[in-house]
């Protein structure tokens, strides 16, 4: 069994946005949505965390079955690496591990990490892409601004 | 005597105005019986407004081929358009169709790109409606024969508020009603909530869009997210507009906007709207008759709270609102004029279309990219020069006129995301879509963008560096071209 993946920086590109992970495999041209503890994973891996490590902060994190968390986490890793978006990691040392902070220790449900697959970008849309957002993060206005 | 059978074609059914629209004047056309409506989504239709077409009696086609299209115009006595400017919409009118008696219903004013009427529409078209009357300043509209153009108000159906009660409420509300989208709101739409000074006042958003989650942002960034409830779209609105004091219907300065049902809906009851003078909203309501008409930001502030300051002021505009949209909207009326319409469009024959489309210097500019030529000629010559000096310029002229593109309003980039999607193959409209990607913060679909064009051959400097800047500002950022 695969102990640690790192992302595959070859032809994967990705950016978070809103609370989610949309990454590119650029070889393949198909687009993948990371939402909720999918985007959490992505991000663990992305700061060489182990894949134990990883699993043991899910069940500290986390409300359900420890198995099926676990279970759930070799499925999800397993798809990624087929997408190749993550491929093995043989040489990095692992991260310290994870801290679980004080506000963890309200669990939230565990519902599955969710990836989306998209063969092209048109279900990106409803990622809300298309708007005129200027360098403060509003949408840009014209006319007499409220100040 | 038999029913007329109509065939109307949307890009798409959704929820919202157009579909209210239909479900109204189908009530009130006396040589149409309702199931004589056929109408076609050529995309897959929102389940829910399908649920409420065919409560009102009406058919809806989801998604049909080509063929079931063909058989339906065949049918149908009248083929009816209805008018956004996108890529299906266009490749329906220059498709190889039978012989057709057509009406182009124009469910925007025509007074921005990319909501261009264009020639080609006129071209095609037995008849033009417009929705607007603002849309008859256009110089399309001045050069077209008196008699193939008409002014058809979409009505509200008026109906829905049967028994509609104002209920009691602490709070000062303010609402908006409609798409919750920056291609259609004001963008300085939080900011001016924010800016309101009224005590315990409260925002209720009602209805969908792609902007929600970015409303949402904004309040809570300038402290009033607890002041909103934003509420699903909803099937009866009579509770909504019951809690509500003021319609507060701001919307951009590029608004494609002509009969805003909502609108319409909302001085039926009673209610006073403050509005921007855009798109053709200043020809539904009068300044200090039946809302208030606000020239700037500050002003619509100001009008809120004149409002709140004044309930008899507010009450005297909300009677006249009512007054007026009674007298002139509904879509008791709008039934009537199509009866006109559809009547005289029986008198002539059904004829083949052939169009501007069948034009050689056409043709020959779509023998390359035919995708992003398609989008230039919808533009009909009205702001389409930075995509021409895109795609026909050296790299350094180029260059800039995409730095431009990238930096056009929601609606020009709404526009160029549905031709990208619709050609996915045509590498320029990739280029767009790249630069606006890059201008908002979209790195990695940006890269994707710029990749697939240097993959297939458009693999000039500047695309390199376009791709090179986009991977690095991606969260990984090592991938090079």
């Known amino acids: ?147 | 005597m038999a029913s007329l059978r109509i065939a109307h074609i949307f890009e798409q059914i959704r929820l919202g105005g157009p579909i209210y629209a239909l479900i109204g004047l189908s009530k009130h056309l006396v040589t149409i019986k309702p199931d004589c409506h056929r109408i076609i989504s050529l995309l897959p239709a929102d389940p829910r407004a399908v649920r409420q077409a065919a409560a009102a009696g009406l058919t809806i086609l989801s998604g049909p081929n080509k063929t079931t299209i063909k058989q339906e115009l065949a049918k149908a006595d009248i083929v009816q358009v209805h008018f956004w400017n996108n890529p299906r919409i266009y490749a329906f009118l220059r498709a190889k169709n039978p012989p057709m008696r057509t009406i182009v219903w124009c469910h925007v004013n025509g007074l921005h790109p990319p909501h261009i009427l264009s020639q080609s529409i006129f071209d095609f078209a037995d008849l033009v409606a417009t929705t607007s009357e603002s849309s008859f300043s256009l110089p399309v509209l001045c050069s077209q024969p008196r008699d193939q153009v008409e002014f058809i108000n979409a009505g509200a159906d008026f109906s829905r508020l049967d028994g509609f009660v104002p209920t009691a409420h602490d709070e000062f509300t303010v609402g908006y009603i409609g798409l919750v989208d920056f291609i259609k709101i004001h963008p300085a739409f939080v900011r001016m909530c924010a800016a309101i000074q009224v005590p315990a006042i409260r925002f209720i958003i009602c209805g969908d869009g792609n902007s929600l989650k970015e409303i949402s942002r904004q309040a809570q960034e300038v402290g009033i997210l607890d002041r909103f409830t934003f509420i699903d779209h909803v099937e009866d609105i009579r509770p909504i507009l019951s809690q509500i004091d003021v319609l507060g219907h701001p919307l951009c300065e590029e608004t494609y906007s002509t009969s805003e049902l909502a609108l319409q809906e909302a001085m039926f009851a009673g209610i006073p709207p403050v509005v921007f003078p855009y798109g053709g909203i200043d020809r539904i309501v009068s300044h200090e008759r039946n809302g208030l008409v606000a020239q700037n930001e500050v002003d619509y502030v100001r009008a809120i709270e004149l409002l709140y300051h004044n309930p008899e002021e507010r009450k005297r505009l909300g009677k006249n609102a009512a007054i007026d949209a009674d007298g002139k909207f509904g879509s008791q009326r709008t039934a009537l004029r199509f009866e006109e319409v559809y009547a005289q469009l029986m008198q002539k024959p059904k004829r083949n279309h052939r169009n501007s489309f069948q034009h050689s210097e056409y043709k020959k500019d779509l023998s390359a990219n035919p995708g992003a030529w398609e989008m230039i000629h919808s533009l009909d010559n009205i702001g389409d020069e930075d995509f021409l000096d895109s795609l026909t310029n050296s790299d350094t002229q180029a260059e800039l006129a995409e730095k431009r593109i990238s930096h056009m309003g929601p609606n020009m980039r709404n526009h160029i995301l549905q031709y990208r999607i619709y050609y996915p193959n045509d590498l320029y409209l990739r280029v767009w879509a790249g630069v606006m990607f890059s201008q908002s913060g979209r790195h990695a679909l940006a890269a994707a963008e710029f990749k697939e064009c240097l993959n297939n051959g458009l693999n000039s400097p500047r695309i390199r560096r376009y791709f090179d800047t986009a991977v690095s500002l991606c969260a990984n950022g090592t991938v090079k071209s």
């Open chain 1, 1 to 147: 069994m695969k102990t640690q993946f790192k992302i595959n920086n070859g032809p994967v590109v990705f950016e978070n946005y809103n609370n989610e992970v949309v990454a590119v495999n650029l070889d393949s041209g198909a687009y993948y949505s990371l939402v909720g503890s999918c985007s959490q994973l992505w991000n663990l891996i992305l700061t060489n965390h182990t894949v134990e490590q990883i699993s043991t902060h899910f069940i500290a994190t986390l409300e359900g079955d420890s198995e099926l968390i676990t279970s759930e986490l070799h499925v999800i890793l397993k798809q990624l690496e087929e997408a190749g978006l993550i491929i093995e990691n043989l040489s990095m040392e692992p991260s310290p591990a994870i801290s679980v902070t004080e506000s963890a220790i309200e669990k939230n449900p565990f519902n599955g990490f969710e990836m989306t697959v998209y063969t092209d970008m048109q279900d990106l849309l409803l990622l809300d892409p298309v708007h005129d957002i200027d360098d403060s993060g509003w949408p840009a206005a014209s006319g007499d601004l409220i100040k």
